[in-house]
């Protein structure tokens, strides 16, 4: 009698960790919602705070919430002061907040499950209330690759052009690709929805990762198949290939395709994934698992 009457007071401990993480996250969530509608951010910033939402979501279902230990409870500590000590050097408030955050997590439900939730902070306190600055750093290297590649698949179908940087000269016309034109804000969408693409197909972990990271070669792939599109049109039309409804349906095209990419690598992988498990379950002469049932 005693020991169920433990039981369940442990089992109650366990609630209140896991729902106190999740109202910790909410709360990041909301914070960074208001924040952004504050300071009258793209949406290009929503969407990498609802992509940390969702995946803070995802790491509080994913982890069997327990009591912290006594080493939670240290770490916890530490990471307080830590945030406290960075307020000082002039770090970002995000960043700082994160920390803060990230250790709340790490006192009411242990320290994995604040390390599985660090990342999501950051999409919702720092990547998403600085979201221009990751727009600059990736913009450039995307605009020379795209340029790159458009320039040699251009000269591949007969046309006559050259590549400077981020510039194609074709004939008398000169085609910047801007960092409008990088694929950037494409990138920044597919990140939301790629997302539960991944998530739609029970694979292990590592198959996971795997699969998210082609996210970024099919961006580019896609996004040069759209400059070549529009320099071809060009070549027809004129400039109004470069002008609207073009210029958007060329856009929802791009990621159009990005999106029934990831579906189309992603169901490879799913038979993969089911060919390695029955080869190893074959070879132990056990029967094989469903894929979400060996997941867990």
Known sequence: MVKSSLLQHRDALKGLSCHGSGWVLLSAFCLSICYLFAHHADTSSFILSILGAVTGHAALMGHDSDKSDKLSCWLAWVTLFLGGFLVYWNMPDGLVLSICLCGCVCWLSG??????????????????????????????????????????????????????????????????????????????????????????????????????MMLFPFVIVCNTLRLVGGILLYLRIGDAAFMEPWHSLFGYMVLVAVILLMLFTGWLLRGEGRWCRSRTCGSAGQPCPPIAQAQQ
């Open 111 to 212: 320290w994995r499950l604040a390390l599985r939730c660090f990342g999501p902070l950051l999409l919702m306190l720092v990547l998403a209330w600085h979201q221009e600055y990751l727009f600059m750093t990736m913009s450039l290297p995307m605009s020379r690759i795209c340029a790159a590649f458009a320039g040699w698949l251009l000269q591949v179908f007969g046309v006559k052009v050259v590549v400077e940087r981020a510039t194609l000269l074709v004939g008398a016309k000169l085609v910047a690709v801007t960092a409008a034109c990088s694929g950037v804000e494409l990138f920044e969408a597919s990140l939301l929805l790629c997302w539960f693409v991944v998530r739609r197909h029970a694979l292990p972990v590592w198959m996971r990762v795997a699969h998210y």
